[in-house]
DNA sequence: CCTGCCGGGTA
DNA sequence: TACCCGGCAGG
């Protein structure tokens, strides 16, 4: 039902023209070999050709705002500025951070502390493994304050990743400013697919390993690929219900019949109308 | 590959 | 009617 939707949402997207074209180009309902070819053609050439047609489109003004400073429209975007150039924000009230390591609630009050006190307490106790992670820290502390009550008050649980604010002694500034709008317009995608919310929820507690940049790009090449992948059962889908939408759904069952249950060698046992090749009717679905 | 089964065949 | 099989769609 949902993959359904999902299909007919992804279908329109992506190749909604071609297929109506298509549609009123092959007129006559019954042609199983011409329209085939074309379609298929299409749709492949839709996939390979432009895989980057509709999700793609977002991430070249995410670049441009990361490359400037200009205020757009992103809150986050926003935020992270201020946090990246240390501005003293006036409205800063009281901000701590609280770890999130299972049974322990320390607070401190900076970032470095609360970052130190997870590398060392939780983390690759003190200087073993340094290199184990590079910010795992990250995925392990809160940020408490006023900004993330707005945040939360803006329909996200709060979860660790709403405080991607990288550390000021971080030392690499231009990777983090380009994973941050990243992550923002994987969201604008993830909105229209909102299935996938889960996973980008709860990977901040079950992967915590990874890093984020390498987490992200990771994510959204499986997404690319899922979307790659629905594209070829989408045009086949699409097709066969334009084509053939008078008949019932024909849902194959998925129910073992006699020819599975009892296997070739003993065909004896057989339903006559499998042994006829015919409908089951001993395992009805 | 395999499975389920429709359409069409034979006696 | 009973029985069989080619061929197809879908996994
Ligand atoms: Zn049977």
């Not at 977002?58 to 500025?81: I, R």
């Not at 803006?154 to 550390?167: A, E, I, K, N, V």
């Not at 709860?202 to 594209?231: F, I, M, N, T």
Request: negative net charge; hydrophobic residues 30%; charged residues 20%.
């Amino acid at each position: 039902m949902d993959e359904l939707m999902a299909a007919m949402v992804l279908s329109t997207l992506s190749c909604s023209g071609h297929s109506s074209a298509h549609q009123e180009a092959a007129a006559p309902p019954m042609d199983t070999g011409s329209s085939e070819h074309s379609d298929d053609g299409s749709c492949g050439y839709w996939s390979i050709g432009h895989p980057h047609s509709s999700p793609g489109s977002f991430s070249p003004k995410a670049d441009s705002d990361s490359d400037q400073v200009t205020p757009p429209d992103e809150g986050l975007v926003m935020e992270l500025n201020e946090v990246l150039f240390d501005e003293p924000a006036p409205r800063r009230l009281k901000a701590s951070y609280r770890c999130l390591w299972p049974s322990c609630a320390k607070e401190l009050t900076t970032m470095v502390g609360i970052k130190r006190h997870i590398r060392t307490t939780h983390l690759c106790r003190g200087g073993e493994h340094e290199r184990c992670s590079p910010s795992e820290e990250d995925f392990y502390y809160t940020e408490v304050n006023q900004w993330e009550q707005a945040l939360t008050q803006h329909g996200r649980s709060p979860s660790p990743l709403s405080p991607p604010s990288p550390p000021p002694p971080s030392p690499s500034p231009p990777t983090l400013s380009r994973s941050a709008p990243s992550i923002s317009s994987l969201w604008q995608v993830q909105s229209e697919h909102s299935y996938q919310v889960l996973t980008n929820v709860d990977y901040p507690k079950c992967v915590p390993v990874l890093p984020q940049s390498v987490a992200v790009r990771v994510r959204s090449v499986s997404v690319g690929e899922h979307w790659l992948q629905h594209q070829g059962s989408l045009c086949r889908s699409v097709r066969a219900s334009a084509t053939a939408p008078l008949h019932a759904e024909k849902i194959r069952s998925e129910a073992k019949k006699c020819r599975k249950v009892y296997g070739i060698e003993h065909r004896e046992q057989w339903c006559t109308a499998c042994r006829w090749k015919k409908a089951c009717q001993r395992f009805l679905d």
